[in-house]
């Protein structure tokens, strides 16, 4: 009933198109933009994402999967996504749905690997924000998105990194500020309650977590962190390109 009355007094609207009755709808959803997927560290055309062999490193991310393109509705999304706290606890499931959709019909290749192993083996682990950052915002999206994605698809769930450094925005700077800027900023969370010894990083496959990949720098760097943990595969997953 109360819900009710709050969609009278405040009817939900589509953060694309403004149009009421919910806050994606079909008309925009059908509007993100798809691209082809590339390998993450070339950013050539790549197979299911995967890295091509010849860009494979020890410590390099195994393959990277986007939804769409930063663009269009999908940008309005994750902008409201990490900016509008108010819209944060109703909206964040929505595009997890459209996520999950999109791998149902389409079956992308990092989930036939998942489906290979049975799930067994494999967690999701959320890009994380320095605590400053995450107390002034209330939240991590990315972290939010990763707890939504492990239940959806039945995996553990573990915060298994930590930024150490408080680091200016990656907005705006160029690919070679990006990577100075993020740098060694981040580590092992040995000591947080979602990894304390039950979800051991060593011998798993990750699926990286965050919301928009653009250069891949802050990707990259955690991805050697969790590689030199122990991680087998690890691979890149995001809302938006």
């Excluded at 009355?5 to 198109?17: A, E, S, V, Y």
């Excluded at 959806?152 to 680091?167: D, F, H, I, Q, V």
């Excluded at 200016?168 to 160029?174: A, F, P």
């Excluded at 030199?228 to 595969?233: C, D, H, N, P, T």
Aim: charge should be positive; include cysteine; proline fraction near 4%.
């Amino acid at each position: 009933m109360t819900n009710w009355i709050l969609d009278i007094l405040f009817p939900k609207k589509c953060i694309g198109c403004k149009k009421e009755g919910s806050y994606y709808c079909q008309s925009c959803i059908s509007n993100i933009l798809q691209a082809d997927l590339v390998c993450p560290r070339c950013e050539g055309l790549a197979v299911g994402g995967q890295t091509h062999p010849i860009c494979r490193k020890k410590f390099g991310l195994d393959g990277l999967w986007s939804l769409g393109v930063y663009a269009g509705p999908l940008k309005t999304a994750i902008q409201k996504l990490k900016y509008e706290p108010s819209l944060v606890k109703d909206f964040a499931p929505v595009l997890m749905d459209i996520t999950i959709e999109y791998w149902a019909k389409y079956q992308p290749f990092i989930l036939d690997l998942i489906k290979k192993d049975q799930g067994r083996g494999w967690v999701v682990v959320p890009v994380p924000l320095h605590w400053f950052k995450e107390n002034k915002r209330g939240f991590n999206q990315s972290a939010l998105i990763g707890q939504l994605l492990s239940n959806n698809l039945g995996l553990s769930y573990c915060e298994a990194l930590k930024r150490t450094r408080y680091t200016k925005s990656q907005v705006g700077l160029k690919e070679k500020d990006r990577k100075g800027n993020i740098k060694n900023a981040f580590t092992l969370n040995t000591t947080h309650p979602s990894f304390g010894g039950k979800y051991l990083i060593h011998n798993t496959n990750v699926l990286l977590i965050d919301d928009v990949w653009t250069t891949g720098s802050t990707l990259r760097e955690c991805c050697y962190f969790l590689k030199r943990a122990g991680a087998k595969k690890v691979w890149a997953i995001t809302l938006a390109r």
